[in-house]
């Protein structure tokens, strides 16, 4: 058979806490396109790359998180898991959840949440419950349910999903051959630009696995070389409504059209500020308006579609390009992290918030002809 990609868990093993007798609960996440931009690309005078996290399992990029979150509760015995979601996390964790036997609670934000990720929840058999609330209040209630019941909790608070998250790290680089000048990405509860972090730097340098089953039993644990010659500066973009750590206070009423980024009260708020702080970059926030701009170009001039919140990275490129803060000459990777046919509302409608209206013809080669302008 030819080669199959295995899923970030077979693939990266030797960088995860896994060990040979792991039952390894996979759908096959990872190995997304990196897809060269080239009208970004163009604008900043540059070489723009973005990870199009849209073509995971369930279109987003928690799938990679949630191979590993899984792994590891079936791995401890669990026999259910909760998480607390905007969507994108909930849809990837019925469907982990499915394959591996388990019940999954989803909690979600009353009515702000997109209908493709609703929709994912209930076909995967999810329990889910609508808190009224948001999603901050979610997870408080996500985290105290596991803390007192027998549940798990596959929230990005459980380090396992950024030891997953991480290997979109890893993919970049093995398809570059080293780290970009720059990675961008959209930030809501912080995890993801956590774990990318995490993977540039363990990538940069030489690494051995700590994880105690990692190397078969009585051998010496293998000290693996490094893969990169360096690491990327960090930028990090909030929706504007929804910006905790750009503000410096959390919010307790975020507000975005980008419902996956709205959030308040960042669980990996200091990570993502150490992740800004260490590799010399910004957390900056960009308004729902440059949020649809951006969404725009990705599918009218790049031929990627992607949910709104995905489009916050280059949202900030394309802001910061008019700002005269991109130095031209540069590698950007960008994460677009959900796929467009989550949310697919926001490409039915004109710049001016107008409804698009497909032109109504005939039956007739003439009449499709003259709407084409051929004739
Ligand atoms: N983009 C999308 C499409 C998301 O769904 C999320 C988070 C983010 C970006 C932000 O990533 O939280 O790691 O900073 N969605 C979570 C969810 C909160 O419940 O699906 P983050």
């Given at each position: 058979m030819a080669h199959q990609w295995r899923g970030v868990i077979r693939e990266y093993s030797d960088r995860l806490p896994v060990s040979?007798?792991?039952?390894?609960?996979?759908?096959?996440?990872?190995?997304t396109p990196l897809i060269e931009a080239p009208a970004l690309s163009q604008l900043v005078d540059g070489e723009v790359w973005v990870k199009f996290e849209g073509m995971n399992p369930t279109g987003s990029f928690k799938d990679r998180g949630m191979?590993?979150?899984?792994?590891?509760?079936?791995?401890?015995?669990?026999?259910?898991?909760?998480?607390?979601?905007?969507?994108?996390?909930?849809?990837?964790?019925?469907?982990?959840?499915?394959?591996?036997?388990?019940?999954?609670?989803?909690?979600?934000?009353?009515?702000?949440?997109?209908?493709?990720?609703?929709?994912?929840a209930i076909a995967h058999g999810a329990?889910?419950?609508q808190v009224d609330g948001n999603f901050d209040n979610c997870l408080d209630v996500a985290r105290k349910l596991s803390e007192n019941y027998p549940v798990f909790l596959?929230?990005?608070?459980?380090?396992?999903?950024?030891?997953?998250?991480k290997t979109g790290a890893f993919e970049v680089v093995d398809a570059l051959g080293d780290a970009p000048d720059y990675h961008l990405l959209p930030v809501g509860n912080a995890g993801n630009i956590t774990a990318y972090w995490k993977g540039y730097q363990e990538y940069s340098q030489p690494y051995t696995n700590p994880h105690p089953g990692a190397v078969p039993a009585g051998s010496e644990p293998v000290e693996l070389p490094a893969v990169a010659t360096r690491t990327p500066?960090?930028?990090g973009f909030q929706a504007a409504g929804a910006a905790p750590i750009v503000l410096g206070h959390p919010v307790t009423e975020p507000d975005t059209i980008a419902t996956a980024i709205r959030i308040g009260n960042p669980a990996s708020w200091e990570q993502a500020e150490a992740a800004r702080d260490e590799s010399g970059g910004m957390i900056d926030s960009v308004t729902d308006e440059e949020i649809l701009a951006a969404h725009r170009w990705l599918s009218a001039r790049e031929g990627v579609f992607v949910e709104p919140a995905s489009a916050a990275g280059v949202a900030g490129l394309i802001k910061h390009h008019a700002l005269g803060n991109v130095p031209a000459g540069k590698r950007w990777v960008i994460t677009v992290t959900g796929h467009g046919l989550k949310d697919p509302q926001w490409a039915l409608r004109n710049a001016d918030g107008s409804d698009v209206e497909?032109?109504?013809?005939?039956?007739?080669?003439?009449?499709?002809?003259?709407?084409?302008?051929?004739?």
């Open positions: 040979k007798s792991t039952r390894v609960v996979t759908l096959g996440e990872g190995g191979t590993m979150a899984i792994t590891a509760a079936v791995e401890q015995g669990a026999k259910a898991v909760v998480c607390a979601s905007t969507g994108n996390t909930s849809a990837s964790a019925a469907a982990y959840a499915t394959q591996a036997g388990l019940t999954c609670a989803v909690l979600v934000p009353d009515g702000k949440i997109a209908m493709g990720k609703l929709s994912q329990t889910l419950l596959v929230n990005s608070v459980n380090p396992n999903r950024i030891e997953g998250q500066t960090m930028w497909p032109q109504r013809v005939p039956f007739d080669v003439v009449a499709v002809a003259e709407a084409l302008g051929l004739a």
